[in-house]
Every structure is written in C-alpha cells, then in structure tokens.
C-alpha cells in the first residue's frame, strides 16, 4: 500500500503562483513512479506531470510545459509541483498519483490521494 497525501492549493490571481506537494508514505512507494494530475468541473481527468524517484526522467502536459515544474525530495518522500504564471484554465482539482510505470495514462496509476483544489481568478 501506498499512501498519498496533498497540501498546498488555493486561491491565487492570473499570473501567480502556488506550490502543491505530495506527502508518500509505505512500505514500497519508492518503486512507483509519481504523477500530477488535474479534474476540472464536467472535464475527464488530465494528465499535468510525472517524475521518477531518483528525478532523473520527468514530463509534462504540452499545457503546462514552461510553466510547471515537478520535484521530488527523496529525505521528506515529499513529490511538488511548482506551479507559475497561473492561468484560469488551471483551475482544478490536482491529484498526486503512483504507478509501477512510466506513463501519462491515469488508469494506469494505482494509489490517489485526496486532491487538492487550486483556483485561479482572472
């Protein structure tokens, strides 16, 4: 079992920023690999990020190349996503995600986290 953990959305005007991280927790979740995904309100659930645990290989939705940046932080087991130059279109539920592989599909991800809600302004 892996256990995930979100913190850290909020409200935030166009253009700004916020950081959301990932508390993983369990005996094996250092064999999974990490995913950020987002739900908007009547929308399917996207893809955003995803990252490996040594942090070597990462990728990201075209949507939010340049803008987002996905870390890890092996000593806190804690996996971020440093979110800028916030758009309304961001404005979502974001979901932390493990999988035993390495890819953008989230019925591929086995554990979810509860979400955290961000909300942009324009």
């Known amino acids: 079992q892996v256990q995930l953990v979100e913190s850290g959305g909020g409200l935030v005007q166009a253009g700004g920023s916020l950081r959301l991280s990932c508390a993983a927790s369990?005996?094996?979740?250092?064999?999974?690999?990490m995913g950020w995904f987002r739900q908007a309100p009547g929308k399917e659930r996207e893809f955003v990020a995803t990252i490996n645990w040594t942090g070597s290989i990462t990728s990201y939705a075209d949507s939010v190349k340049g803008r987002f940046t996905i870390s890890i932080d092996n000593a806190k087991n804690t996996v971020s996503l440093q979110m800028n130059s916030l758009k309304p279109e961001d404005t979502a539920l974001y979901y932390c995600?493990?999988?035993?592989?390495?890819?953008?599909?989230?019925?591929?991800?086995?554990?979810w986290g509860q979400g955290t809600q961000v909300t942009v302004s324009s």
């Open positions: 995600a493990a999988a035993r592989v390495y890819v953008e599909d989230p019925t591929a991800y086995d554990y």
């Open positions: 369990g005996r094996t979740f250092r064999s999974y690999v």
